[in-house]
């Protein structure tokens, strides 16, 4: 007769067979067979109940030890750059195991909250119980839940505030976290979900009112996953930070360095100034320095405040506040250049011709001090005659030589044919309480193009150098719009009677021609917005696609290190190329460019989410004391659901949802982006004229709700509700018919 193991037995075997547990595993093992397997049952179910074993499936492993092959959490990066994970359902005693993953240069960029599928060593070690090397990505784990807390008998609920959340969650009772009704609370999923009913959630946090004005910014904070806490370790080194000593840089002090960015910028990252060249071998032409903070002097490789700002990989800003990449003491202090303080600076002379074409370039590693900082709106007026007494002194010493540098680049611009998109920016102003003031667009001024050409050929200079040097580095990727983009932009252009020939391969010059065609006429905004929708998403890469909308072959971000780590990267790059110095761009580094692009790529693009989210919401608590009133706009967007609105005067976005319409079925046209109507034969598409009436504006969410009133200045056709409910009920008498066909066969 077999003889059945003792506990301890099976425990010591579990423990040396971790990957070959299951039952039938155990029995085989120890030979066990026939009416024996019935006792070895009831001691693995003992062995559970007493914690001693964790069963997951039809496998049972010692809990305070992991299975060879396990799925992971990532927590994030520590202040020496090494990326650690932890188990997610952690059954053993104590606190979950500590791991080490080991990143190749071809794994996938990781992201705190991702899941991995990992091959796990387990290690002895101080810091940590295991290595892992990453199998593949599964996924994020459950984002968090925002949203507000309604209490209620039974524990209570939470209503998202997320626009495209529908589903609320059940709080049970005594997993409210201490939460008051109606306030702002982030949770996370309780327990596995359920297959009826509410999901569950236990609240974490507890946010305070929503219907404060400044809750609409932390909202996108915690909505979006923003850092807005630097970890002590990155403090205690921004604070360490010393001003820079002079040593081998290049003296740029004697130049009239000016700053020149909006009135309420909170850094400084880029200075320029101008003057004709005095070489007779080029006649009408101009010398040009730009000169960009030295972020790289103060954030080493593997710093703390690097692996924070890598994981941040830029700032976010928003009405009210920011969330830096750098903390205030580097990016407000001492990396800003700020008027009249001693800064260092990485710089570039940049020598054009008098057609505005750049001929020779250099970068030097500098000293330099800003005679001014300008606000566009200053600098703008004292070039139109209006000078203030900080501008005066500038005016034809540094100003006008600006202006003709520019001129210059502006003749080089049009005959490259950037794309010339006319889409305003949108400016909320805030009352210091933090209530909205007034929703207008920013005026686009000469001095706001002149700067950006400047920057635009300094990281044009960047890009050639380092790529001419043979040294990696990030380059600004935008590629060419596709095929069927092309094709739906010409559909645009056609039902806008607009002559638009893309040509076999797509070109910056054909749209701009379309561009001019439709300036002035009632179809120039949906025109704009159709070629900007028709764009691809720009991103870094350490391959060189060249940028579709800038028309350059190569493209590098290099003028703002202060807020992209991009720009950081590429300084380091320079440096290295230089031998400036032991703080260029590491071996390390170089070889995870790859994924560090991705990372950056994507942290762009949830800081811009979080931007847009925060205007909606700021937009909607504008628009809130205005429901019922009767509104102007244009049809910017077109889905089976409904039609999407840019209300005049504010450019908020508004929803009319197809319900709301009328009584009659409406036919979504995906190629066509059209609704229309089976009764009334009304046809709603992009770039029609609407009168709206505000039907909700709601702030927690952003969402705005529209009734549609008018199109193109004629009332809305009104179906019949006779002949509508004629028609459905004809529908459901088919479908019966149907169904019953279908049972009968």
Not at 207 to 213: A, F, K, V, W
Not at 508 to 524: Q, V
Request: charged share 30%.
């Amino acid at each position: 007769m077999t003889r059945t193991p003792t506990k301890e037995d099976i425990l010591a075997w579990v423990a040396d067979n971790p990957s070959k547990a299951s039952k039938r595993d155990i029995a085989r093992a120890f030979g066990i067979r026939g009416p024996a397997r019935i006792d070895l049952k009831r001691q693995l179910r003992e062995l559970e109940a007493e914690g001693r074993l964790a069963k997951r499936r039809k496998t049972h492993r010692d809990p305070d030890r992991l299975p060879p092959v396990s799925v992971l959490r990532v927590d994030g990066i520590d202040t020496d750059g090494d990326l650690f994970a932890r188990p997610p359902e952690w059954q053993g005693q104590g606190e979950a195991p500590t791991i080490l993953v080991l990143q190749r240069s071809d794994d996938p960029a990781l992201a705190p909250g991702d899941r991995i599928l990992a091959r796990l060593e387990e290690i002895k070690g101080d810091t940590h119980a295991y290595e892992a090397r990453v199998i593949r990505r599964i996924g994020t784990s459950p984002g968090k839940i925002l949203g507000i807390f309604r209490k209620s008998d039974s524990g209570g609920r939470i209503v998202p505030i997320d626009k495209g959340a529908s589903r609320e969650w059940h709080v049970p009772p005594g997993a409210d976290g201490g939460a008051k009704d109606g306030e702002l609370v982030e949770a996370g999923q309780a327990g596995p979900r359920a297959r009826l009913g509410l999901p569950h959630a236990r609240i974490a946090s507890c946010l305070g009112d929503p219907s404060r004005p400044r809750s609409v910014s932390l909202i996108a904070i915690h909505q979006h996953g923003l850092r807005d806490d630097f970890p002590d370790e990155a403090i205690v080194e921004a604070d360490a930070a010393r001003p820079v000593d002079p040593g081998t840089r290049t003296d740029l002090t004697s130049l009239p360095f000016v700053t020149i960015d909006p009135a309420d910028a909170r850094d400084h990252d880029d200075a320029v100034w101008a003057e004709p060249d005095p070489s007779p071998a080029n006649a009408g032409g101009h010398v040009l320095w730009v000169a960009i903070a030295d972020v790289a002097h103060y954030v080493r490789p593997g710093s703390a405040i690097d692996i924070e700002a890598r994981e941040r990989g830029n700032s976010t800003y928003f009405p009210d506040r920011v969330v830096p990449m750098l903390p205030d003491r580097l990016s407000g202090h001492l990396c800003s250049l700020l008027e009249g303080e001693l800064r260092p600076c990485i710089a570039v002379r940049l020598v054009i011709d008098a057609n505005g074409e750049l001929i020779a370039h250099e970068f030097q590693r500098a000293l330099m001090r800003s005679a001014a900082a300008l606000s566009y709106e200053e600098a703008q007026a004292a070039l139109d005659g209006r000078p203030n007494k900080r501008a005066e002194p500038l005016r034809g010493m540094v100003l006008e030589p600006l202006q003709a540098a520019h001129a210059a680049l502006r003749d080089a611009r049009e005959r490259r044919q950037p794309l010339d998109l006319d889409l305003p920016e949108r400016e909320i102003v805030l009352d210091e309480d933090g209530t909205v003031r007034s929703v207008a667009f920013k005026e686009r001024l000469d001095m706001h193009r002149l700067i950006e050409e400047f920057m635009v050929l300094a990281n044009v200079a960047a890009a050639r150098t380092l790529a001419g040097s043979g040294t990696q580095l990030l380059f600004r990727v935008h590629e060419e719009p596709s095929r069927e983009k092309i094709r739906a932009l010409r559909d645009v252009a056609k039902a806008a009677g607009l002559p638009f020939n893309a040509g076999t391969v797509p070109s910056t010059r054909n749209l701009n021609r379309l561009l001019a065609a439709a300036a002035g006429t009632d179809d120039g905004a949906l025109v704009n917005l159709s070629v900007l929708r028709s764009m691809t998403q720009a991103y870094y890469s350490p391959g060189n696609l060249g940028h579709f909308g800038l028309a350059l072959k190569a493209y590098a971000h290099f003028t703002s290190p202060i807020r992209r780590y991009a720009d950081l990267l590429v300084h380091r790059a320079l440096i290295r190329a230089h031998g400036w110095g032991n703080d260029g761009l590491t071996d390390a580094e170089a070889e995870r460019l790859g994924a560090t692009a991705e990372h950056i790529s994507g942290t762009e693009r949830r800081s811009m989410q979080a931007e847009r989210d925060t205007s909606d919401r700021y937009l909607a608590a504008y628009m809130a004391d205005r429901v019922g009133t009767e509104l102007s706009g244009r049809i910017s967007g077109v889905l089976r659901f409904g039609a999407f609105v840019e209300l005049d005067g504010t450019g908020a976005d508004g929803l009319i949802p197809v319900r709301a319409i009328g009584y009659e079925h409406f036919h979504f046209d995906r190629a066509a982006q059209t609704l229309t109507g089976d009764d009334t034969n009304t046809v709603i598409s992009v770039g029609q004229r609407v009168l709206v009436r505000l039907a909700e504006a709601v702030p927690a969410t952003g969402g705005i709700l529209l009734e549609l009133l008018e199109i193109g200045g004629e009332p809305l056709p009104r179906a019949r509700r006779i002949r509508m409910s004629a028609r459905r009920k004809a529908a459901k008498a088919r479908k019966r018919a149907a169904k019953l066909k279908r049972k009968g066969k």
